[in-house]
């Protein structure tokens, strides 16, 4: 039987210089696997502190993708900061950066330059377009990607309604995920070879492996969707995946429905008449235990459409516990989502709180540069190291 307090990534040191989603996304997930991430933060805090419910500094948004971490805020335009940083990561497993290519050469934290001082860095660098290339400098958010690879259906029309984007952020966490995987992978590496590496993620190329329908188009399947058809139904509507062809032949085999179509119509009148059938069919039967047995018959798969308020309350996810309450820093609790990842005998239960803004500067420069208290306050008192009041509260709370 494994120990229970055992992780997969204990004792790896996590620099996380990111901010906002996808490189917040890796550290998140590393520090929920064992590693000891901390958070490099600018004077003026990740953006993402202001973007939900506030409590103690800590937003909805800022608290999810930041759990478990340490914080420390370093003031990077000063020649100190960056001389800090370097030799923190010098001590670093890991160095996680999401900024625009050139960003970090201009601190002197370009990968020839960290590569340099610590040949067994691991650096994890995503962007929208990679490194290198003739659109590295783009700017990329989300929508951005979802965009350039085909997320977002085009309406060229001057009546059509214009294309909506998905509704979360897919090409931040799938790249966020991506990233993960890559570093897990260059950890094993460097266990038999001794040094480190650079990885280049562009958010674009994570999509496009994501995708079927771009690995569709490669035989020039363009009109091939996998995604499900949507019905109305006695209860609301539901989700059936496999397309028109195999729900129909399924609903005329099992429960009868018959197509009176003329055999020589037009092909869109036969889809619109079978559509149709299905929709009335589905209309007909008493209640939402009815509509489910007649797909289960059927064989059909089936998603109930859940309006976002109502996610949460899947029988599934409660069972899963998939909320976690944590400790709001306030006196009160906070509701997060937990990492989809359930292994047995170990417990899931201490997923860490979210870090105020420089919460962690004595401790992590103590344990990993042997720094004093004074070596500590002279940079306090240069501006090199910052906190917000609340950090300051809770250090002085701190045994």
Request: contains cysteine; negative net charge.
């Amino acid at each position: 039987m494994s120990d229970a307090t055992v992780r997969p990534l204990d004792g790896v040191r996590v620099l996380d210089m990111s901010r906002v989603f996808a490189g917040p996304v890796a550290g998140r997930i590393l520090a929920d696997l064992g590693a000891e991430v901390v958070k490099v933060e600018p004077p003026e805090g990740d953006v993402t502190r202001l973007w939900g419910r506030p409590a103690a500094g800590l937003s909805t948004y800022f608290t999810q993708q930041n759990l478990g971490k340490q914080d420390i805020c370093i003031d990077l335009h000063k020649p100190e900061g960056r001389e800090l940083v370097t030799e923190l990561i010098k001590q670093a497993d890991v160095l996680v950066e999401n900024f625009r290519p050139g960003v970090m050469a201009r601190f002197g934290l370009d990968w020839d330059s960290v590569n340099a001082i610590n040949d067994k860095l691991i650096m994890l660098s995503i962007s929208g377009f990679g490194q290198t290339g003739p659109e590295a400098q783009r700017a990329a958010y989300a929508s951005v990607i979802h965009a350039e690879v085909g997320l977002i259906e085009q309406h060229v029309g001057p009546d059509d309604d214009i294309g909506l984007d998905v509704s979360f952020s897919a090409a931040d966490v799938l790249s966020g995920m991506h990233g993960v995987i890559a570093v897990q992978g260059a950890l094993r590496v460097r266990e038999t070879t001794g040094v480190g590496e650079h990885i280049d993620l562009a958010m674009v190329d994570a999509m496009a492996f994501s995708s079927d329908n771009i690995q569709n188009s490669l035989d020039n399947r363009f009109a091939e969707k996998k995604s499900g058809e949507v019905y109305r139904t006695a209860a609301g509507p539901f989700c059936i995946p496999g397309g028109l062809r195999w729900i129909w032949h399924q609903m005329s085999k099992v429960h009868g429905l018959v197509d009176p179509t003329p055999k020589d119509a037009p092909v869109d009148e036969k889809i619109a008449n079978r559509r149709l059938l299905i929709t009335d069919h589905f209309c007909s039967l008493a209640d939402r235990d009815a509509v489910i047995e007649c797909l289960d018959a059927a064989n059909l798969a089936w998603g109930e459409l859940r309006e976002l308020r109502g996610v949460l309350e899947s029988p599934t996810m409660q069972h899963r516990q998939t909320v976690a309450e944590i400790d709001n820093r306030d006196g009160g609790t906070r509701p997060v989502i937990r990492t989809p990842y359930r292994v047995q005998n170990r417990s899931n239960e201490d997923i860490g709180v979210a870090p105020f803004r420089g919460e962690h500067n004595t401790s992590v420069l103590g344990r990993w540069l042997n720094y004093d208290a004074n070596a500590v306050e002279a940079l306090r008192a240069a501006d090199v190291l910052l906190s917000d009041e609340w950090a300051d509260a809770a250090e002085e709370a701190s045994p």
